[in-house]
């Protein structure tokens, strides 16, 4: 790679350590088929525990009740998870209020990020969307690099030629594909992310700095403006990245919250009738080898835990996405050995 170190992989998938479906079930997955795969392990889960167990449900209840205990902490719990969770992404979602002088600082903030990001598109003004705001970015830094590519094709330092030939086919190959992607992705999916990041622009200011730094005395005034033209629309990729971020978490805490909604009541009505109606005695028979009441106790303990099962489903997530984007700018905060190949000279 001449001397610039190993290529990482184009997305994250390929960049991750994890196998395959280890990533998939922690951020490509849709949350609710996540969740839904938690439920059956749970309710299967039970069973296996209830079939392998020496000493039957129905023994137990015989000697004690553990069923209304069960039910009886799996109430207290689920009002009590579900209100602490509400009110935690209430104070997470708490920076959107404010007075008036706060938003105008927000609005302003954000009018001056766009002006910067239009005249780094050459454009008069730029796309509302998430997914063409992004886009519109990555083809700038494609232009970007063509033209840097240009600047330094006429010098006389045929490694400089090379490695910038190099960079900039990679820069450009990548550019196009997540363009692809970002095609018909939609913000509030996961889509839009996933693209962004998997452009690794970090890694690609990395190159650029070590080109610079090992040829500087071949630039000329025109690369030397190219070359700060390419970096400026990677590092706004960069900001225009962490701030659709931080707008997705808020955005998932928010249909987090409302699943919780969605889900809480039927398992507390669960739960609740558990505890006020159900009566082990009047339960007979077996299903597929198990006590039908293992089936119902099984059943009705699945439910209740939901909850918990679609925020661990939700947060998997999330907290993926953060400690992966931890760092921003030329950072590698996850193993590698990258830094043992590249000659610091």
Known sequence: MSGDGSQPGDTMARR????????WLLL?????????????????????????????LRALIGTGDPVETLFQALSTALITGVTLVVTINSLVLSQELGAVEDQRKRLEGALDFREDIERAIDAPISPPEPSSFVRAIIAASDKRATDFREAVSDSRDEELIDRVDDFVDNLTAHADSIRDDLEDAQFGTYEVLK????????????????????????????????????????????????????????????????????????????????????????????????????????????????????????????????????????FILRESSRGEEIDWE
């Open 28 to 56: 490509n997955a849709n949350r609710w088929l996540v969740t839904g795969l938690l439920v059956v392990f749970v309710f299967v889960g039970l069973l296996v525990v209830a079939r392998l167990s020496p000493v039957s």
């Open 16 to 23: 991750s350590e994890s196998p395959t479906w280890v990533h």
């Open 195 to 330: 693209a962004a990041l998997d452009y690794n622009y970090s890694w690609k200011i990395f190159r650029a700095r070590r080109i610079k730094n090992a040829h500087a005395d071949s630039f000329t005034d025109e690369a030397e403006a190219a070359y700060d033209e390419l970096l400026e629309s990677l590092k706004l990729f960069g900001l225009a990245r962490e701030h659709f971020k931080t707008l997705y978490f808020q955005w998932e805490l928010i249909n987090l919250s409302r699943a919780m909604m969605y889900v809480a009541v039927p398992a507390l009505v669960v739960t609740m009738s558990m505890l006020l109606f159900f009566d082990a005695d009047v339960v007979t028979g077996t299903v597929l080898g198990v006590d039908v009441l293992v089936w119902i106790v099984a059943a009705a303990a699945t439910v209740a835990v939901t909850p918990f099962l679609l925020l661990i489903a939700f947060l998997l997530r999330i907290a993926t996405m953060a400690k992966r984007t931890l760092a921003i700018g030329p």
